[in-house]
């Protein structure tokens, strides 16, 4: 496992501790639901579930002809965990009419081009038994 799938990983679980403490906390004190809500679901279904498929899918899909792909898996780690981690200070703020929308749209932003970067990683990463083919005679005429 290489050091950007861990980070996703060890992520995905931060997020997942998040959300079940902010959970607990909505049946210790429910005056807090209202404005943690959205935060509550995004860090579930984005910080953890999401963040969990791209990191193993980025550690366990093949990589083919070696394709070596940590830059891409940086940038979409780090606009994911930006978009999120100012969702989750703005939504709050929002939700009692202290911010405008801009800021946190900003954080939707983020998101939508982190999900974009991995769409286009994994999208170099499907390929046909044919292309593999194609690769590894590519490969062998460069050898010899």
Do not use: C
């Not at 799938?5 to 501790?17: E, G, K, S, V």
């Not at 780090?78 to 200070?89: I, S, Y």
């Not at 009419?97 to 982190?114: D, M, T, Y």
């Not at 974009?116 to 062998?140: C, G, I, S």
């Amino acid at each position: 496992m290489g050091r950007w799938h861990a980070l996703f990983i060890r992520a995905a679980l931060l997020y997942l501790l998040y959300t079940a403490l902010l959970g607990t906390l909505f049946y210790l004190f429910p005056a807090l639901v209202g404005p943690f809500r959205l935060g509550h679901v995004h860090a579930g279904l984005v910080g953890f579930f999401l963040q969990m498929v791209m990191g193993v899918a980025y550690w366990m899909m093949p990589r083919p002809g070696g394709l070596k792909q940590e830059g891409l898996e940086a940038l979409t780690f780090f606009l994911l965990n930006a978009g999120l981690l100012l969702r989750l200070l703005l939504e709050p703020l929002s939700a009692y009419g202290l911010l405008p929308g801009a800021p946190l749209a900003l954080s939707g932003v983020l998101q939508l081009l982190a999900v974009f970067v991995f769409a286009y990683a994994m999208h170099r990463r499907v390929v046909t038994a044919d292309m593999l083919r194609k690769l590894r005679e590519e490969r062998e005429r460069r050898k010899g």
